[in-house]
């Protein structure tokens, strides 16, 4: 073999070798792409996104879309290729891995997070929306966690809404906290709670050495709602994450009040939503701006804070800033009017 095809030969293999390395090892970056919408006021499976019920019900029109990014899995890795395309292409991005998916946390934990996040995003989004529509909604202190092991485990559950401690009435959750510091260790608490909309009586010692926050016997504190609707979701799919908030309040609000809010439109929005009606950021906007378009929607509803994410991005959508559900109401309201005068970034 002679010194030329030899050198050949290795170069051949050493780039048979780099491409193979290419596709195969990983890099430490995440894809993000357009991902699907739902319609939240339509259904799944012959499922209803949202189910109502305990409180009357009103016909709506049109689609309202929650808007999702696609990302590379917690639990899968992205090639050097796929990455590179992600960059390129339009409507996509490429993140470091660690600003999604943290050091230390399992694929299951991230995952667990995303549902807690989507779970507290539709009760926060039901309760803005009541609000919004003027039903009674009384806030109570509620048990937010419960220390495995502490004096409260097997007890209390996270979601309990407390009544009263020792039989005194607890209205804040400053008092709650007060009444359980006050008691000796070792001495009986007796909650009253409403647990899955049923008053019941849990009792259980004290103890000032269990548990996370010793002196709350194991649990902490955060608040609560009560109040008459039965309100529940079915995605039909996974879908994690805060960013649905504001469809969902929306959404609901649409259901319970006369008169169909979204009419014969296809709207579609991101934001997070708090219990007060107060909408926040979100990631991945551009992305979802994508989504929207392609599934056909004309309007988009996004977080004022998100108003500098939007520079540099073409999109045919008719684009609203809102800053609350309220706001969101009035808009899509002034669409229907014929209002030049809406609120763009």
């Known amino acids: 073999m002679t010194r030329q095809t030899w050198t050949a030969f290795v170069a051949a293999v050493a780039f048979v ?85 943290p050091p230390g946390k399992t694929a299951e934990q991230v995952n667990s997070e995303s549902r807690v996040m989507m779970e507290t995003s539709q009760s926060n989004s039901v309760v ?13 202190p509620a048990v937010a966690s419960v220390v495995v092991g502490s004096a409260a485990y097997n007890y209390l559950q ?22 359980i510091r006050s008691q000796p260790a070792g001495s009986t608490l007796i909650f009253h709670v409403i647990r899955d909309r049923t008053e019941r009586v849990v009792r259980f010692s004290s103890s000032a050495t269990n548990g996370g926050d010793s002196s709350l016997s194991g649990i902490t504190i955060g608040d609560g709602f009560q109040y008459d609707p039965e309100i529940s979701f079915d995605l039909g799919e996974q879908i994690g994450g805060p960013s649905a908030g504001l469809i969902f309040s929306l959404a609901i609000y649409d259901k319970i009040t006369p008169g169909a809010l979204i009419g014969n439109r296809r709207i579609a929005g991101t934001g997070t939503i708090d219990a007060s009606g107060n909408v926040g950021v979100i990631g991945g906007l551009q992305q979802k701006l994508a989504g929207a378009a392609d599934a056909g929607a004309t309007v988009f509803l996004v977080p004022a804070g998100n108003c500098r994410d939007l520079a540099g991005i073409s999109t045919q959508l008719t684009v609203i ?15 229907d009017h014929g209002s030049k005068a809406l609120p763009h970034c």
């Open 17 to 101: 070798l780099i491409a193979v390395g290419m596709v195969v090892l990983p890099v430490p970056y995440v894809s993000w792409t357009p991902g699907s919408t739902t319609n939240t006021l339509g259904s799944v499976d012959n499922r209803p996104v949202i189910n109502i019920s305990g409180i009357t019900t009103y016909p709506t029109k049109g689609q309202l879309d929650l808007t999702t990014v696609s990302e590379t899995r917690a639990d899968s890795r992205l090639s050097l290729p796929e990455a590179l395309l992600s960059y390129w292409l339009p409507y996509r991005d490429t993140l470091p891995r660690e600003l999604i998916f």
């Open 128 to 140: 803005a929306a009541l609000r919004a529509a003027g039903e009674p909604v009384t806030q109570r």
């Open 158 to 179: 996270p979601g309990d809404l407390i009544v009263s401690i020792n039989g005194k009435q607890v209205t804040s959750n400053r008092q709650a906290a007060d009444l």
């Open 321 to 335: 800033r809102v800053d609350t559900l309220h706001d969101a109401i009035d808009a899509i309201e002034s669409l």
